[in-house]
């Protein structure tokens, strides 16, 4: 009578301890879940503010860019260091920036140490004094418009010229035979390249040679444009001072700043050439 | 009798197991109970954090990539103002049809999709996923405080609502894009165009700087 008693209080008692051990075992997978839970909360907000801050950078460097673009075509640079005040001091373009930018979100962005280097800028036809100066860059920004040519000489101090034609049908443009279909296109014509390269109908070697007509080891007494293609702009750096008083920004870089109380931030942005490619 | 002892001994400590376990019953109740407070609007909703984070992201990316977009730039977007004053009484966003919170008229999310790059974005993305949104334009006035206009209005925003922003700046020689093709300064200046926008540099080639948020819920 009294073994097979005993025999069932040990089996209540394996009972009860193998829903200890199950109860265990569940208690271990809440706490865990609990914890990837929270791990998943920090992880996500910090990520968001630093596309945040990727973001506000891109888009101030291109404000910038549009900013000195927009004043060579308006002709606001009457001097050096009138697009460094515009956008730092009397423009007030930074403290207006900043108080948008603080007023969308819990953070301070700032531009500062702005560098610009000046050219020559033109949108008139005629000649382009350089004062026998070596030219490091000149870029034609041209629009097909409603077609028409657009001559280029560069006079060399030693008396050579040097020359090409850019004509456009109104859709494209055509340097030599060499066609380039794009409406709007930028043209370097010291190293021979346009801005978009795809848009090129023949070898790029060939373009090369006959768009690249200035010498970076000679000095030019000017340089000739003539035509009757409408719409251009070009902007053209020398090796000495400015060839006359046209200003205009070819080369600028600055420092972004981004802090919130997630992300601190500071970079120089990559120097960008306004009618041009980034160095 | 000790026979009889041993029982008991064993029936005693089974008793206090048990009594181990109802407590571990009880306490697991109350833990999953609490857990569960914290799971439950995590489960689909918009409370979610990552759900949040993620509609932030998309919300971001719409802004970043209507500003890339062509003719259809949010910039472009900013200036759609039908200045032709032929409805004879409101100034309007072209083409805008619903009564916004502060008189003007605003788009719907059809209206907007037909009239910008980022209407069309949020339309496929949010509207027609049972989301709402605002859009709205802050501005610096010429008082130095910030003015609000609103391109598309649907009602106050829930508390879980999440908010992307994307800065674009205006220049002096930026026209209208809609029907007159006027500068902006003129569109502000004159009473029948009434561009909601003012002038606030003094100098440069800038006009204003215009934050453009939109809020989803």
């Known amino acids: 009578m009294v073994t097979p008693n005993s025999r069932r209080d040990r089996g209540q008692v394996i009972l009860i301890g ?9 208690g271990i997978v809440v706490v865990f879940n609990g914890v ?21 950078g891109q888009n101030l460097e291109q404000s910038l860019v549009e900013i000195a673009r927009q004043g060579n075509e308006n002709g606001n640079w009457t001097s050096s260091n009138t697009f460094e005040d515009a956008v730092m001091n009397s423009g007030e373009f930074n403290d207006q920036y900043q108080n948008v930018a603080a007023n969308s979100r819990s953070a301070f962005v700032n531009v500062s140490n702005v560098t610009a280097e000046y050219g020559h800028f033109t949108t008139e036809k005629g000649k382009i004094y350089t004062g026998n100066s070596k030219i490091q860059h000149l870029v034609l920004d041209l629009d097909t418009g409603s077609g028409g040519t657009l001559n280029v000489v560069a006079n060399s ?60 080891s000679k000095s030019y007494n000017d340089i000739h444009l003539s035509g ?17 008083v046209s200003y205009g920004v070819w080369k600028l870089g600055a420092n972004i700043t981004y802090q919130s109380n997630q992300v601190s931030y500071k970079r120089r942005m990559s120097t960008i050439l306004i009618d041009g490619d980034s160095e | 009798m000790s026979d009889q002892n041993s029982s008991n001994d064993d029936r005693g400590q089974a008793y206090t197991l048990e009594g181990f376990v109802s407590a571990m019953v009880v306490l697991m109740a109350v833990l999953f109970a609490l857990q569960s407070v914290v799971i439950t609007p995590t489960s689909g909703g918009l409370s979610d954090r990552s759900v949040q984070a993620q509609l932030q992201q998309e919300a971001q990316d719409a802004l970043v990539v209507s500003d890339q977009e062509g003719n259809l730039t949010l910039s472009n977007t900013i200036r759609n103002w039908d200045a032709t004053d032929d409805s004879g009484d409101k100034e309007q966003f072209y083409k805008a049809s619903v009564p916004g919170p502060d008189g003007n008229l ?16 949020l339309k496929q993305r949010f509207a027609d996923n049972g989301y709402s949104y605002n859009v709205e334009l802050i501005y610096e006035t010429e008082s130095n405080d910030f003015d609000t206009t609103y391109l598309v209005y649907q ?29 902006l300064q003129k569109a502000h200046d004159n009473p029948k165009y009434d561009y909601p926008i003012p002038e606030t540099t003094t100098t440069g080639p800038v006009y204003n700087v215009v934050e453009v948020r939109v809020i989803v819920w």
């Not at chain 1, 009757?228 to 006359?244: H, N």
């Not at chain 2, 059809?110 to 209407?119: I, Y």
Request: charged share 20%; hydrophobic share 30%.
């Open chain 2, 106 to 121: 605003t788009y719907n999310t059809t209206e907007f999709k037909s009239q910008s790059k980022l209407g069309n974005i």
């Open chain 1, 157 to 216: 101090t030693d008396d050579n010229s040097t020359s090409v034609s850019i004509v456009s049908d109104g859709s494209s443009f055509n340097v030599n035979s060499c066609d380039i279909n794009e409406n709007d296109a930028r043209f370097n014509i010291v190293n021979g390249t346009i801005d978009n390269s795809s848009a090129v109908g023949c070898d790029s070697d060939d373009l090369q040679s006959n768009l690249s007509i200035i010498n970076t």
């Open chain 1, 228 to 244: 009757d293609l409408d719409t251009y702009e070009a902007i053209t750096v020398t090796s000495g001072d400015s060839p006359d």
């Open chain 1, 18 to 26: 193998a829903i200890t051990l199950a109860f265990i075992l569940l």
């Open chain 1, 36 to 56: 990837l839970y929270t791990e998943t909360i920090s992880e996500s907000s910090t990520s968001q503010s630093t596309a945040d801050a990727e973001v506000v």
């Open chain 2, 155 to 183: 009602g106050a925003p829930s508390p879980d609502a999440v908010t992307a922003s994307y800065v674009v700046t205006l220049y002096e020689t930026d026209k209208l894009t809609a029907t007159k093709s006027i500068t």
